[in-house]
């Protein structure tokens, strides 16, 4: 691969490397991907919210459901580049009644061989 370049690998599905390893930030849950008030996330929480119910509060139980989804679930292996290589995930979210379809962004550092949760969004509501 040329320095610089990256290598897209589009419905490549593999399973997350390492991914009992798989490391989540709460932090990066509860202030930006469910923080209604972050200029960036805020989208993210609304649809998390109207969608699943979920705020902030909810950072744990999204956290567990990453993780949980990382191990079982395959992934889309996106791109790959000198830094890193990043996978997309999609899940399936259920909490109560309401169930919706989740996708997640994950990388693998040059140098690491477990996965890092980047971000996660709804793409719909599931029936």
């Known amino acids: 691969m040329v320095a610089g370049m990256a290598r897209s690998y589009y419905n490549h599905r593999v399973k997350l490397p390492n991914a009992s ?6 932090d990066k849950l509860a202030g930006y991907c469910l ?7 805020r989208h993210k929480a609304r649809g998390f919210l109207s ?3 979920m705020s902030a509060k909810d950072a744990e139980f999204l956290k567990r459901a990453l993780l949980a989804a990382a191990e079982a679930e395959e992934a889309s292996q996106a791109t790959e580049d000198e830094y890193r290589r990043r996978y997309t995930l999609d899940f399936v979210l ?3 009644a309401r169930t919706a379809l989740i996708r997640s962004a994950w990388i693998v550092r040059r140098g690491e061989d477990y996965p890092r949760f980047v971000t996660c969004y709804v793409v719909k509501e599931s029936r």
């Open 35 to 41: 923080n209604r008030r972050h200029p960036e996330g």
């Open 21 to 26: 390893r798989a490391f989540v930030d709460i």
């Open 51 to 53: 969608t699943l119910g």
């Open 94 to 96: 259920r909490r109560a």
